[in-house]
């Protein structure tokens, strides 16, 4: 089912493949914070791949931008908002900590909190045995007239 | 004339589905019998129409009937009969249809196995199961026909995708359908057990089954999935956060749910309205998962704008049977009451916390999928979630989730003692730790995922053998004293055991595999070599070949351990001309602890290649995993209940002595 979601990249993809080793930095530890940058970034134009391993053309450019911003001497950071200041957040694949993204983020944590406290609720509650009912209202007035009658 | 009998037998089944769904739940309603019998002849009678109706289209793929637009748009003469016979599911008309085909099949089992259910739950179990086959059949007689015939037929048909011209992948929707669909079988007891309102042990015996199948059919589809993108995408990839992986994972979580929580309902009586509602989630998960894939919604909202018949369809069906029934189980949820103790440490108790870690993971998968979606109608804005925050945002629940579960597994029904249950883990314990501790010394720091993940995985694993080890008294008592009581413990026990098992082999594989996958990517030219890993792996050559349907460059390496080659492996970049597509053929070395993977790229203006190595360690164990699992629930759909059936009052045959 896969499939359907990479098609679109690999018909525009023609011959491209991934990263090139012609892209490749020389310097292994600036490589690798490229590759870790790429690994967050999203192919704008395709449907859910990361610009590492995307085929498609402005991926292989974001992946030389993304380069060239740390042979600079860009943080990662300073890279990450090189990139989403031209094509904004819709490139991040991990959506900023964001009021506008805050139901996200914080679904997990408070659905967790909310169902612990029902579960942990129902929990004790089952470990009480029910009690009989009380006596409504009317069931009272007639249990004092018949203890008066006695 | 084949192609419009097949049509003719989809709208005979479509109107046997429809008078399915009424009969027997008017008949149910006022205790008439002979209405409620309609049921079962109308559900065979139902598959046997849409079986027909499918292979009268499977018959067009086979023959290359290119008077059939279908066939045009996904089959080829010249591609191989597999695939042809593949084809018939590889596009969305074709694999509706296999979805209402598995629909109609579920149906008809309860129709022939379903001899000691009570009738009027059976009648309206299938009035239920007929009315969601009546939604999809109208989806597809009205949107997405698949025996259109062209008035012109073209002399070839425009073939199949390259990319699910692959075994993995022509099994793949069968399996994940099963799964799919096998949780309507949930759906449809719940909703006619609220109407009945009564949910007991007998109830719970008969869900759980389908429930567990569904889930293994699941696990296994979904493996499969993982699998074919792990050699076929070139890249070594097995799970990407993408919707459509999300769709049919939020299922499997559900189910996995449901299937423990159904436990507690057949064996200690509780736990019902939740089971009920878990039960109709699940089906949900499976319809918004359809939806999500056959609408286009996730992928472009704007695709979907531009032709939202399908979309709005199947949203409708959506409203219509998660509406219908949530406003049902509202309503009816308070007969199902049930005033079972337990303590607050207990079997019930743990599995409630599974359920709850389950169902929220769920919820964040959920959010994490569609929240592009809601982002963009609220605010307009563009959005993007993936792996990065699935991975963030996900794993704990799973790791918190893995640490319970040797604890919560092993304690007693309704009343525990934690110290008590604890005493055959102690050990189980001490040693997952001090095996992460070694993982983490041999690794010399780095990521805390291969450690963590190793305690957990052991953890589980040991766990499950301590269990197993408690239960058969082994070391307490003698060998012969052990393998009695081994043969006397129900499958149902082995199940859990294997399965668990399997989770913590599949922990493992991808901890291991995410900390330590290393990669290599170099302009090779022949007679190139390098070290990688503790291999040297050799390039010796590339040369074009062709295969009935793509021409291919083909690479050949040698992988060589201290000078002696191992294993010669050839990748190869391939082309299918009808449908101007590239793909790629990835060659693997597999072994248990590692696979060599090797991809070929494009050549270099130089005249070499760029090869691109990865040393996969335990990827093997992701589907050995994966199957171990799936046997766990094999193991536990063999046990004895489920053979007997549900449980009855029923004398023993007198059988006279001979």
Redesign the interface.
Do not use: C
């Given at each position: 089912?896969?499939?359907?979601?990479?098609?679109?990249c690999?018909?525009i993809?023609?011959?491209?493949?991934?990263?090139?080793?012609?892209e490749?930095l020389s310097d292994p530890a600036l490589e690798a914070r490229a590759r870790a940058i790429s690994?967050?970034l999203?192919c704008p134009i395709c449907?859910?791949e990361?610009i590492d391993?995307s085929n498609a053309g402005v991926a292989r450019d974001l992946r030389l931008v993304v380069r060239e911003r740390l042979v600079a001497g860009d943080t990662d950071r300073q890279v990450v908002d090189f990139v989403v200041a031209r094509y904004?957040?819709?490139?991040?694949?991990?959506?900023q900590f964001s009021l506008?993204?805050a139901?996200?983020?914080l679904?997990?944590p408070l659905?967790?909190l909310l169902?612990?406290v029902i579960?942990v609720g129902?929990?004790?509650n089952?470990?009480?045995?029910?009690k009989p009912q009380a006596l409504s209202a009317t069931e009272q007035e007639r249990l004092a007239k018949l203890l008066e009658k006695d | 004339m084949i192609a419009e009998l097949g049509h003719f037998a989809l709208i005979l089944a479509f109107v046997v589905a429809i008078i399915q769904m009424v009969v027997p739940m008017w008949g149910a309603h006022r205790g008439w019998a002979n209405w409620m019998q309609i049921a079962s002849p109308a559900a065979s009678v139902q598959f046997a129409l849409t079986a027909f109706s499918f292979g009268a289209l499977m018959w067009a793929f086979i023959v290359s009937d290119f008077s059939v637009q279908l066939v045009v748009a996904n089959s080829h003469s010249a591609k191989p009969m597999l695939y042809k016979v593949t084809g018939t599911w590889g596009n969305h008309e074709g694999s509706m249809l296999l979805w209402v085909l598995i629909l109609t099949l579920f149906g008809a089992m309860v129709a022939w196995w379903g001899s000691d259910l009570p009738q009027g739950l059976k009648a309206r179990v299938l009035s239920v199961q007929s009315a969601i086959a009546v939604a999809f059949f109208a989806f597809l007689l009205f949107t997405s026909n698949p025996f259109v015939r062209l008035e012109f037929p073209p002399i070839d048909g425009r073939d199949l995708?390259p990319?699910?011209q692959d075994p993995g992948?022509a099994f793949?929707?069968p399996f994940?359908y099963l799964g799919y669909v096998g949780l309507s079988m949930a759906f449809s007891f719940a909703v006619a057990a609220l109407i009945e309102g009564k949910v007991d042990a007998a109830w719970a015996r008969w869900v759980r089954p389908w429930t567990l199948a569904a889930w293994m059919f699941l696990t296994i589809g979904i493996a499969m999935?993982s699998w074919?993108?792990y050699y076929e995408?070139?890249?070594g990839?097995w799970w990407?956060?993408?919707?459509?992986?999300n769709?049919?994972f939020m299922p499997w979580l559900v189910a996995a749910a449901l299937l423990h929580s159904a436990i507690v309902v057949e064996k200690r009586d509780?736990l019902k309205t939740w089971t009920i509602f878990l039960a109709i989630l699940a089906f949900s998960f499976s319809l918004i998962g359809t939806f999500i894939?056959r609408s286009g919604v996730i992928?472009s909202v704007h695709a979907f704008a531009n032709d939202p018949t399908r979309g709005v369809f199947i949203l409708v069906i959506l409203g219509i049977a998660i509406g219908g029934a949530l406003t049902l189980f509202a309503a009816r949820a308070h007969v199902l009451k049930s005033?079972?103790?337990?303590?607050?440490v207990s079997r019930?108790?743990g599995l409630?916390?599974n359920n709850?870690?389950l169902?929220?993971?769920t919820?964040?998968v959920f959010?994490?999928t569609l929240?592009p979606l809601?982002?963009e109608l609220l605010?307009g804005?563009?959005?993007?979630?993936?792996?990065?925050?699935f991975d963030?945002?996900?794993t704990?629940?799973m790791v918190a989730l893995a640490a319970i579960l040797p604890l919560f597994s092993i304690l007693p029904w309704k009343r525990a003692q934690l110290g008590r249950a604890m005493r055959p883990l102690w050990g189980a314990l001490a040693l997952s730790v001090a095996s992460g501790a070694l993982v983490w010394s041999l690794q010399t720091g780095g990521r805390m995922l291969a450690p963590i993940g190793t305690v957990l995985a052991v953890w589980i694993v040991l766990g499950a053998l301590a269990d197993l080890g408690h239960r058969v008294k082994f070391g307490k008592a003698g060998l012969a004293e052990n393998l009695r009581r081994a043969g006397n413990l129900p499958r149902a026990d082995w199940g859990k055991l294997v399965a668990h098992s399997g989770m913590g082999v599949l922990i493992f594989a991808i901890a291991a595999i995410t900390a330590w996958e290393r990669e290599d990517?170099?302009?090779m030219t022949s007679g190139d070599s390098f070290e990688m890993g503790g291999y040297e792996i050799r390039m010796e050559g590339v040369e074009m070949a062709r295969g009935p349907n793509y021409q291919a460059e083909r690479g050949t390496f040698s992988l060589l351990k201290d000078g002696q080659v191992i294993s010669v492996v050839y990748p190869e970049k391939r082309f299918y001309p009808v449908q101007q597509?590239?793909?790629?053929e990835a060659a693997i070395d597999r072994s248990i602890t590692r696979d060599l993977y090797v991809t070929l790229?494009?050549q270099?203006e130089d005249g070499g290649w760029?090869v691109?190595t990865y040393v996969k360690p335990y990827a093997n164990w992701l589907w050995i995993g994966s199957i171990i699992m799936s046997l766990g629930g094999v193991l536990s759909l063999t046990d004895r209940r489920y053979r007997l059936g549900a449980p009855q009052r029923k004398l023993p045959d007198a059988v006279p002595a001979e």
């Open positions: 089912m896969r499939w359907g979601a990479l098609v679109a690999l018909l993809a023609g011959q491209v493949w991934a990263v090139q080793p012609d490749v690994k967050e999203r449907q859910s990361n391993e904004g957040e819709y490139v991040l694949f991990r959506p506008g993204n139901v996200l983020w679904a997990g659905f967790l169902g612990l579960s129902f929990i004790r089952r470990a009480t045995p029910a | 995708n990319l699910l992948l793949h929707p994940l999935g074919w993108a995408l070139g890249w990839g990407f956060w993408d919707p459509v992986e769709a049919s509780t894939v992928t005033d079972a103790v337990f303590s607050v019930e108790s409630v916390m709850l870690l169902v929220v993971a919820l964040v959010f994490g929240w809601f982002a605010t804005r563009k959005v993007s979630v993936g792996p990065p925050f963030l945002a996900f704990p629940f990517l170099r302009v597509f590239p793909t790629t790229g494009d270099q760029a691109r």
